[in-house]
């Protein structure tokens, strides 16, 4: 298939722990949308969090992606190289005054809705409050929180549908420099999308509702709008979604043949049958085509 100089996709793992059945589907999702669009795919080691992050893990997931025939383009990418872009991002946004220091605590902020009368809903994030907002501190010891927009923001996922979130309703203004002065996921993620010219991103769907956050702040750093899609990401038998955490074993590469065909079968492509990766991979391409494109 000819090369698309438009479509690059990507796949971004944390290297806390070796890659599993999970983490493969979403990655064979997204290389396999990227080669039906004859794009590239690019990966990217998000070890930005040193303390979670090991080296060992990062060469375990490059070799058991190889393993799977998943071959990237161009170099590899690593986050904790990557500091300046994230420092000229906070500087852009501290100067269309996006920013403020806040030190509340986790205590605080729950004492603040409640008194608001606020009701967790099961598996729901804490909204901010806002109390350090009227403040508007740009310096001093805290982390950092960006201004939302108190406008929706929309976007079509491509396999969700129509998305629509109000973040100053539902989850307030987020913090994108930590108090110890990690770069916070959102903010790294957005950034090295943009500088990695990346057009187009499929991954699981617990993340969808973090999207509107990032497409926020592309709108406020004036960076492209990307294209979304969101797979429904691999449950275990207790309905927790698959992962390190969760105790989910690692992939191993004499398994590479079945470890695909489950994958296939989770992301909708049912049984393929094929003698070798390669040849798995090519049709595996062509009923993603089939189905998506």
Known sequence: MARSTRYKGRFAPSPTGPLHLGSLCTALASWLDARAHGGQWLLRIEDIDRERCDVSHAQSIIESLQAHGLEHDGPIGWQSRRGLRYRNALARLHGQQLLYRCNCSRKRIEMQLLEAGWQALPGAERPYPGFCRSLMRSS?????????????????????????SCLSRSLGDFVVLRADGLNSYHLAVVVDDEADGVTDVVRGDDLLESTARQIALQDALGYRRLRYGHIPVLKDAEGQKLSKQQGALPLRAEQAPSNLQAAARHIGLGQLQAGSIPAFLEQAIEAWAQRWL
Do not use: K
Request: hydrophobic share 50%.
């Open 140 to 164: 001093g010891a805290g982390a950092l929180r960006f201004i939302v927009p108190d406008q929706a923001v929309r976007f079509q996922d491509r396999f969700a549908g129509l998305q629509s």
